[in-house]
C-alpha cells in the first residue's frame, strides 16, 4: 500500500465550504492534507496513484455514482476492471449522458485516519478527483482533450510550449470544463508561466472577459494576472476586476452558483488592497447578494471609504423583501455589533466629559 500523500488534497471536493455539505462522508474520507504544492490539473491527473482512463457511461445512479465502461487506459498503474463505479460530485449527474463517451481521472485511496501520513483502499471505492482545474476531472471525450492529455503525459510535454499553445487555444473552447483545465494549468505551471508572450495575452484576457467562461477559469487568470503582473501585465486585472463587481447579475443565486461567487470574492479581495477608492455603487450593490461573504467584502470597503455611509447601505439592503434569509441574518447581526461599538463609544465620551 503506498505511504506517501496524494498532494491533490487540498480541493479533493471543491471549495468554499459551502460545497462541502453537498458530500460530507466522501470528502471526510478522501480529502488528504497537501505537503506540498498543490499540483497542476495535468500533473495530477497522471500521478502514479490516480488512474486516466476513457469510458462510455453505462449507468447514472442518483445517490452520486457513475458506472463507466472502460474503454481507453491511458494512465494505471493496475489496469482498472471493464466496469469503473465512480463516486462523483451529484451535481456532475446532470452533465453526463448514458451512452456517451468520457475522460475521467480518479483515485482508489483515501487517508488512513488513523495515520493521516499514510493512504488506504477508499471504503467508498473509486472516486472521481476534484482539484484546480478538474472540477470535476471528468471531460467529453474529444480529439481536442485528447491532443492535450497526451502531451501531458511528460513533464517535458507538459512545460512545452507546444503544451502551452494547445492551452491557450483550449481557453477559447466552449468546452468549459476544458477552459477550466487549461486555465488552471497555465497558472500553476512554472515554466508555462516563463513562456507566455505578450502576443499571448489577448487570449487570457478575453476569457477573463467572458461572462459566459467557466467562471472558476476566469477566477483562476484574475487571480494569476495580479500575482504576476510580469508574465501576464499590469493594470488590465484591476480594471478587469471592477468590471466584474459593475456587470456581474446580483440576481443569481451566488450561493448556489459556487464558482461565479468565487470569481466575485477573487475580485472583492483583490480590489480592497488598492490604496485608491473605488466607485461605491460599484460595491454597494453586493451587500443585499445571497452570499454573506461576498457582502461582508462590500461592507468592509464602505467602512474604509466612507463609514458614514455603512448604516445607510445596510438599511437599504435589508428594506429588499427578496434579501436571502442568512445575509439578512448576517446583516441584522452586523448593523447590532455597530451600534453595540456606538453605545460604548458614546459611554466613554460621556463619562470622560464628566471627569
Not at 13 to 21: D, G
Not at 178 to 197: D, G
Not at 291 to 296: Q, V
Request: aromatic letters at 4%; zero cysteines; glycine letters at 4%.
Amino acid at each position: 500500500m503506498p505511504k506517501n500523500l496524494v498532494r491533490f488534497a487540498s480541493r479533493i471536493f471543491p471549495i468554499p465550504l459551502i460545497r462541502m455539505a453537498l458530500f460530507p462522508a466522501l470528502l471526510a474520507l478522501m480529502q488528504v492534507a497537501s505537503a506540498e504544492r498543490l499540483e497542476p490539473p495535468l500533473e495530477l491527473l497522471y500521478n502514479p496513484l490516480n488512474v486516466l482512463v476513457s469510458g462510455k457511461v453505462d449507468e447514472i445512479n442518483p445517490q452520486g455514482r457513475i458506472v463507466f465502461a472502460r474503454q481507453d487506459v491511458l494512465s494505471a498503474k493496475i489496469r482498472p476492471p471493464e466496469l469503473i463505479d465512480v463516486r462523483v460530485p451529484t451535481q456532475t449527474l446532470a452533465d453526463v449522458k448514458v451512452g456517451e463517451s468520457y475522460l475521467l481521472g480518479y483515485s482508489i485511496y483515501a487517508r488512513d485516519p488513523r495515520k493521516p501520513e499514510a493512504l488506504i483502499g477508499s471504503p467508498l471505492g473509486p472516486v472521481l478527483i476534484v482539484s484546480e482545474g478538474l472540477e470535476p476531472a471528468l471531460f467529453r471525450d474529444t480529439a481536442e482533450v485528447r491532443k492535450l492529455l497526451k502531451l501531458g503525459r511528460s513533464e517535458h510535454g507538459r512545460e512545452s510550449r507546444s503544451s502551452l499553445d494547445l492551452l491557450l487555444a483550449a481557453l477559447k473552447s466552449d468546452d468549459s470544463q476544458l477552459q477550466n483545465l487549461a486555465a488552471a494549468q497555465i497558472t500553476m505551471e512554472p515554466e508555462l508561466l516563463q513562456r507566455i508572450k505578450p502576443s499571448d495575452l489577448p487570449a487570457i484576457k478575453a476569457l477573463v472577459a467572458n461572462d459566459q467562461a467557466h467562471p472558476a477559469a476566469r477566477a483562476i487568470l484574475l487571480v494569476a494576472a495580479n500575482r504576476h503582473p510580469q508574465q501576464l501585465g499590469q493594470a488590465w486585472p484591476t480594471e478587469m476586476a471592477l468590471s466584474i463587481l459593475t456587470t456581474t447579475p446580483i440576481d443569481l443565486n451566488l450561493t448556489k452558483s459556487l464558482d461565479l461567487g468565487q470569481l466575485v470574492l477573487s475580485a472583492f479581495d483583490m480590489l480592497s488592497t488598492l490604496s485608491s477608492d473605488l466607485p461605491l455603487a460599484s460595491v454597494t450593490r453586493w451587500i443585499g447578494s445571497a452570499n454573506s461573504g461576498i457582502a461582508e467584502r462590500a461592507l468592509l470597503i464602505v467602512r474604509k471609504q466612507a463609514p458614514d455611509q455603512e448604516r445607510v447601505a445596510i438599511q437599504q439592503a435589508l428594506d429588499d423583501s427578496t434579501l436571502a434569509p442568512l445575509t439578512r441574518e448576517f446583516l441584522q447581526d452586523h448593523l447590532r455589533r455597530l451600534n453595540l461599538t456606538d453605545d460604548k463609544a458614546h459611554n466613554t465620551a460621556t463619562d470622560s466629559q464628566k471627569h
